[in-house]
């Protein structure tokens, strides 16, 4: 079962912050969290295990709730180079290369 | 390190051909998995190997197969191309202290 990512889209002025969701309806062991840039490959964001363990990378961060089967992707103070399309992506138990993606959340931040 | 490497970048194939794409991981990286990535479907897994042994395996039709070698390089293969296989395939090796995947550039292939 894909994971589903909300919202679909969002357009920020640099300096806003944003929320990006992404639901699942089966238990979740870990969230895989990807950016990717148009034209270009995917890049590792953060990873999160069970434990509802909150992840910062630089202004990013993230938080697992696994008895809400649900993660949410922070960015704060957002900044042009944070344009792309967010993934979050599931995986059954340890098998971390296979994972199952979310429809994607393009954010585009303006000057 | 040398990052994730695909060949080629880009094909064109019509209807009926097959395809082999080639993906080199980071060296190291045992596992390789492979992803079709099109506007209407996002990312889909195809298959995972390691070490020369299929671990996982998506829902592809069997048309689509794969194979790696003793060096961890992996190969994927298409057999008669429909136009809804044109997308881009991405390659991505496993890390071992994150667990995160490191994907290649990927290969745009294009069914007419």
């Known amino acids: 079962q894909q994971p589903v990512q909300s919202p679909q889209a969002v357009i920020l002025r640099e300096g806003e912050d944003a929320v990006i969701n992404c639901s699942s309806s089966k238990a979740l062991y870990s969230v895989h969290w990807y950016r990717q840039k148009h034209g270009e490959a995917p890049i590792f964001l953060m990873i999160l295990l069970k434990g509802g363990e909150q992840k910062g990378h630089d202004k990013i961060s993230a938080s697992f709730n696994e008895k809400k089967q649900q993660s949410s992707l922070y960015l704060t103070a957002s900044q042009l180079s944070y344009s792309g399309t967010y993934f979050c992506g599931t995986a059954g138990g340890t098998s971390y290369g296979k994972l199952t993606f979310g429809q994607g959340t393009i954010l585009t931040v303006h000057p | 390190k040398a990052g994730v490497t695909q060949t080629p970048r880009y094909l064109i194939k019509t209807r009926g051909q097959q395809v082999t794409l080639s993906c080199s991981p980071i060296s190291g990286h045992r596992s390789v998995s492979w992803y079709q990535q099109t506007p209407g479907q996002g990312l889909q897994f195809l298959f995972e190997?390691?070490?020369?042994?299929?671990?996982n395996k998506g829902n592809f039709p069997g048309r689509f197969s794969g194979r790696q070698f003793s060096n961890s390089r992996s190969e994927m293969n298409v057999s008669t191309l429909e136009l809804g296989d044109s997308a881009l395939y991405l390659c991505a090796s496993l890390g071992q202290v994150n667990n995160e995947q490191f994907f290649g550039p990927g290969t745009r292939l294009t069914v007419l």
């Open positions: 190997y390691f070490s020369e042994t299929q671990r």
